[in-house]
DNA sequence: TCTGGGGTCCTAGGACCC
DNA sequence: TCTGGGGTCCTAGGACCC
């Protein structure tokens, strides 16, 4: 039995937990540069307001119904993350956090009665942490995930769906939504729409040989899950990213390669950081630069450029200079720029690389001088030690509804007053 | 006027190798 | 003129996830 852990509303929650006056009032978190929805506490998602829908289109209902706001704050949603993660961990054998707000665990072993088990877990990670989770139990993690679901909807579950007995999850599947199991997107949704199959058990029932075809390995997979056969592995340990990223739309469109080029610097010394936060070094270095392609009056702009390094390196100096020369090559004047990103590729372990006789970097050199930069950054705040080209002025964002960093600056403790 | 960011895996076809 | 069998690597595009 596989079980997972699911933070409900989970942005939502976590600024509610620092605001104890809006329990049970509608809240919505926000995207960067305030633009879309991308959490609703309960009582927004019952007002209508739809996941990622702009926030220009909900601006009425939101004025009429004082629903509160909070411009995303991923310091905060970060380390409430990891205080969950840490509990969970506390409570079962193995986990495998699959993301900010949900981990699997792995119950093999376990004894009976398992839905005890998963309510103890729901109760304990809600009393440590505040925030509220839905736990879902089930021989397959895409079983699992309908669990969890369940979880949720129902409150009489007590914040655990344990599903294990074969005719339990055939009379689930009955009238589970095909577009809500894990691995069904928007495109096989409507596929499955056209063709009137709508419930996950109607799914199940199509021929095998079908299914492989029309959705490849991946679509067979979910398939199979579905019937209690496992093929999704458990995995405990997350291996390293294959590719980072750092892109940001802009709150303003950008018409000057000057100002695009302190961006493009500062996000590749984003991307360098994460780089060496997971011991890796890098071969290739991408730019690019979109317009804003909401605005069909204007001339469009979509470039991106590659750059190869000699070596494999993690250093902030060499990824920011490979990047800046990608937009030299790409950038043109005479375009409002909306958009821009980095992104590393081609990567593997620092302790795979290979010195060359030719090499004129001291590369021993350059990583104690990354080691001490990062170090600086850590005990002193992020950006206290910069690289030149990444000008005076650090990118900015709209995020008119910030809530306090109360549990990663020390700044912005809460205060609780004696007077 | 205003529209997010960061990832993964799979497949098919072409180029190339022995 | 006839023309096999077994691979790898790369890329673009399509699907998915949170």
Redesign the pocket.
Known sequence: MYGLCDCNNFFASCERLFRPDLEGRPVVVL???D??I?ARSNEAKALGIGM?Q???QVQQLIEQRRVTLFSANFALYGDISRRVMATLRSLVPNTEV?????AFFDLHGIEEPLDDYGRQISRTIRRNTGIPVSIGIAPTKTLA?IASKLAKQYPKLEGCCYMHRPQDIEKVLTTFPLRD?????????KLFDGMGIRTARQFVQLPQEWVHARM???GLRTWNELQGLECIAFEQMP?H?????????F?K?IHTHEELDHIIAEFAAMCAE?LRAQHSVCREVIAYIYT?R??EDQPQRYESGLATLAEPSGSTIEIVKQARSVLQQIYRSGFGYK?A?V?LSEILPTSHVQGSLFDPVDRQKQQRLMETMDKVNRTYGKGKVIIAAQGTQPFRMNREHLSPRYTTDWNELPVVKAD
């Open positions: 995207s960067n540069n633009g879309c991308i990622g702009p926030l220009y699959y993301s900010i707000d949900e995930k199991v894990w691995g069904i997107g928007r495109r096989y949704g490849g390995i991946t291996p990213k294959q590719q980072i990223t750092v892109s940001r739309s709150p469109e994460k804003n909401h605005r958009k990103g992104t």
